[in-house]
């Protein structure tokens, strides 16, 4: 920072969050603030909403987790979740299963499909995805994790990364096994969301084992978990991460990645608010069919209408609403009163 200087009269180079990037082989990641996968919310409309309202400030955003069983089984459905617009460069497509053919096989759809890069996830908690040995399973397997990772790795040109858990429950935390493991298999990025499977999303993430994974390789380390606001990156940079990713945090606050970058975080107005909701119902309208995206709508109107103060009443109306114009409407009406 100009006219910041040191005991001994040297420039003090402030480590800012806009000045830090790091590199996934080719991939850039710059900023490195990256918006998390959420199955259900991480769609191209929501990618390209937060893309959109946070200019520079997002360095990688991931897809939702695709599986490799509908992936390579031709499902349209898994197809057109690859799928990305440009202005989302780069992008990581996760995917997720247990068997290792299929899993290659998929990764090399995502590649054809575009990916910048794949990811392999080890961290979903959800029964019907573990009991078929898929997300989190994978970190209780770890040699059937060893010999996906490898061979995903070589069945790709991309940049392979994963996205595990802190570990299975308090008795196995063992991300610094797995993470020694994904490095020897050639994995280009690790993500830590910083919990056990058993506590879902519960309790407080911890950021000691995600500090003990960034000491034990020397791949990038991504840190996930309630990062929400300034005093929540802080603390998560403090593991000595090299990028945050954020999940819930860019639905409560589309706009958290550029206040991030510039340290600001002003008062949100009705008129911002009513604004981002028209425009994320115009990229989902392009999308989905109506039926659909009115209930992407209102998973996002839940969070999003917290911003403001006494918006309780018009959340409760916009969470009712059955049409696009009726929608549209008590937005403008809103707007009106505000
Ligand atoms: C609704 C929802 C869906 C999620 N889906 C995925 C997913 O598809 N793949 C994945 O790796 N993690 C998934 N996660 C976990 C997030 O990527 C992230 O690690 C976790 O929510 C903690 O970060 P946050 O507090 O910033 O949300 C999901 C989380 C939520 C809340």
């Known amino acids: 920072m100009p006219g910041d200087v040191s005991a001994e009269g040297n420039p003090v180079i402030k480590d800012t ?60 459905k898994s197809l057109r979740m690859m799928e990305y617009s440009e202005i989302e460069h780069p992008v990581s497509v996760q995917i997720f299963g247990y068997d290792i053919d299929r899993m290659i096989e998929g990764a090399r759809i995502a590649e054809e499909a575009g990916a910048h890069i794949v990811d392999i996830n080890c961290g979903c908690p959800a029964p019907k995805v573990v009991k078929r040995g898929g997300g989190c399973e994978l970190m209780r397997q770890p040699d059937h994790l060893g010999k996906i990772l490898s061979a995903v790795v070589k069945a790709v040109s991309v940049p392979v990364t994963m996205k595990m858990r802190s570990g299975w429950d308090n008795q196995t935390r063992n991300a610094v096994e797995i993470a020694h493991i994904a490095e020897d298999c050639g994995v280009g990025m690790i993500t830590v969301h910083a919990r056990t499977r058993s506590e879902l999303y519960r309790g407080q993430p911890d950021w000691q084992i ?16 309630d990062i929400v606001d300034k005093d929540s990156a802080d603390q998560a940079l ?6 945050l990713m954020i999940g819930r945090g860019a639905m409560m606050n589309p706009w958290i990645f550029r206040e991030l970058i510039s340290g600001q975080s002003p008062e949100k107005t009705v008129t911002q608010v009513a604004g981002v909701l ?7 309208a392009d999308e989905v069919p109506e039926k659909a995206y009115l209930g992407k709508m209102k998973q996002f109107v839940s969070q999003v209408t917290r911003l403001i103060d006494g918006a309780g009443p018009v959340r409760k109306e916009l969470c009712r609403t059955t049409s696009l114009s009726e929608f549209l409407r008590i937005v403008a009406e809103w707007e009106e009163r505000a």
């Open 238 to 243: 403090q593991s000595g991460v090299s990028g």
């Open 210 to 225: 995600v500090a003990d994974v960034v000491d034990a390789v020397s791949i990038p380390v991504v840190g996930s978990g």
């Open 17 to 76: 969050l806009a000045s830090r990037s790091f590199s996934v082989g080719p991939v850039e990641v710059s900023p490195a603030l990256l918006l998390a996968p959420m199955s259900g919310v991480t769609g191209r409309a929501f990618r390209r909403m937060i893309k959109t309202e946070n200019p520079e400030a997002v360095g990688l955003v991931v897809t939702e987790f695709i599986s490799v069983e509908g992936l390579t089984r031709g499902n349209a």
């Open 278 to 284: 028209r425009s994320y119902l115009q990229l989902l």
